[in-house]
């Protein structure tokens, strides 16, 4: 580890990021424990805004909803301001003014993260307003979904921490040129303007790492935006690297197409609260 010279004492120390960094990569049970906390009160609060949402519905109620669950299940509150991105917003993946009307026939993705105890959960869906995807969302959602699975079997002890991106990035760009939105892989990438994985734990975007390792948690979280027709999707999950490979975290969150449009279906109704 370098040694940096003191300007006010001149003595030599190490600075304190190269001690604390790596013991914040491997998470101990007790982390471990806080993260599944706030995972669970996120994936709550994301089941409740699934069922709850409808076109005529402003952004900030999903917000405040997620937010109530977050808070009722021992969170300190968010680690993070809550996205809640409709329509137009959808394609800003950095959104939180949260304060349009969602209309019908749009897309709004949802990431959003519970802080329980000083630990952070992390996790994107992407629901149709109407409760049902048309098939151009469909077909791009899919896409994304497979992207993410990939992504997801990539995540094992000794792999780059950087591998899951650039299986998801292979993907969908493979994808979107099928889908005829670019000429080549390369070009594709201008929908896809963001990392799709991060390491999660006392930050949001916790200490880099290099090497997957058991104890790490990361998200896998690729996103595809296409501004010319509004339609932005994201798909976050959190997951812990194990000595086998992984465990999804946040599986408890439906996201595959079926499983969303069931628990959309209208005279689902708010169920959460029983939680
Ligand atoms: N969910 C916020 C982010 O990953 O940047
Ligand atoms: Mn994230």
């Given at each position: 580890?370098?040694?940096?010279?003191?300007?006010?004492?001149?003595?030599?120390?190490r600075?304190?990021?190269q001690?604390l960094?790596?013991l914040r990569?491997i998470?101990?049970?007790?982390?471990?424990?806080?993260?599944r906390?706030?995972?669970h009160?996120?994936?709550v609060?994301l089941?409740a805004?699934?069922r709850?949402?409808?076109?005529?519905?402003?952004e900030?109620?999903?917000?405040a909803?997620?937010?109530?669950?977050?808070?009722?299940?021992g969170c300190q509150?968010m680690?993070?301001?809550?996205?809640?991105?409709?329509?137009?917003?959808?394609c800003?993946p950095?959104y939180?003014l949260n304060?349009?009307?969602?209309?019908?026939?749009?897309?709004?993705?949802?990431?959003v993260?519970?802080?329980?105890?000083?630990?952070?959960?992390?996790?994107?869906r992407?629901?149709p307003?109407n409760?049902?995807?048309?098939?151009?969302?469909?077909?791009?959602?899919?896409?994304?979904?497979?992207?993410?699975?990939?992504?997801i079997?990539?995540?094992?002890p000794?792999?780059?921490?950087g591998e899951p991106?650039?299986?998801?990035?292979?993907l969908?760009g493979?994808g979107?040129?099928?889908?005829?939105?670019?000429?080549n892989?390369?070009?594709?990438?201008?929908?896809?303007?963001?990392?799709?994985s991060h390491?999660l734990g006392m930050?949001?975007?916790?200490?880099?790492?290099?090497t997957?390792?058991?104890?790490?948690?990361v998200?896998?979280?690729?996103?595809?935006?296409?501004r010319?027709?509004?339609?932005g999707?994201?798909i976050?999950?959190?997951?812990l690297?194990t000595?086998?490979?992984r465990?999804v975290l946040?599986?408890?969150?439906p996201?595959t197409?079926e499983?969303?449009?069931?628990l959309m279906?209208?005279g689902r109704?708010?169920?959460?609260?029983r939680?």
């Amino acid at each position: 580890m370098e040694l940096q010279k003191d300007r006010s004492s001149g003595r030599r120390v190490r600075p304190a990021r190269q001690i604390l960094a790596p013991l914040r990569a491997i998470k101990s049970p007790h982390e471990i424990a806080c993260l599944r906390k706030a995972i669970h009160a996120t994936a709550v609060g994301l089941d409740a805004a699934m069922r709850s949402i409808r076109p005529g519905q402003f952004e900030y109620e999903v917000d405040a909803l997620i937010t109530y669950h977050c808070r009722r299940l021992g969170c300190q509150g968010m680690a993070f301001p809550c996205i809640v991105g409709s329509g137009p917003n959808s394609c800003l993946p950095h959104y939180t003014l949260n304060r349009r009307c969602i209309e019908n026939g749009e897309l709004v993705v949802i990431d959003v993260g519970g802080d329980y105890r000083h630990y952070a959960a992390d996790i994107t869906r992407t629901v149709p307003a109407n409760g049902e995807f048309t098939p151009r969302q469909r077909s791009v959602y899919e896409l994304v979904l497979r992207a993410q699975a990939a992504a997801i079997e990539a995540v094992k002890p000794g792999t780059a921490a950087g591998e899951p991106d650039r299986v998801a990035r292979r993907l969908l760009g493979e994808g979107l040129v099928a889908l005829g939105l670019a000429r080549n892989t390369r070009e594709a990438m201008r929908y896809c303007p963001h990392g799709f994985s991060h390491p999660l734990g006392m930050d949001v975007h916790d200490v880099p790492v290099r090497t997957l390792a058991p104890g790490m948690v990361v998200t896998i979280e690729p996103g595809v935006y296409l501004r010319e027709e509004d339609l932005g999707i994201r798909i976050e999950d959190d997951v812990l690297v194990t000595a086998q490979g992984r465990e999804v975290l946040s599986s408890a969150v439906p996201k595959t197409v079926e499983a969303i449009e069931a628990l959309m279906a209208p005279g689902r109704g708010a169920e959460s609260d029983r939680r």
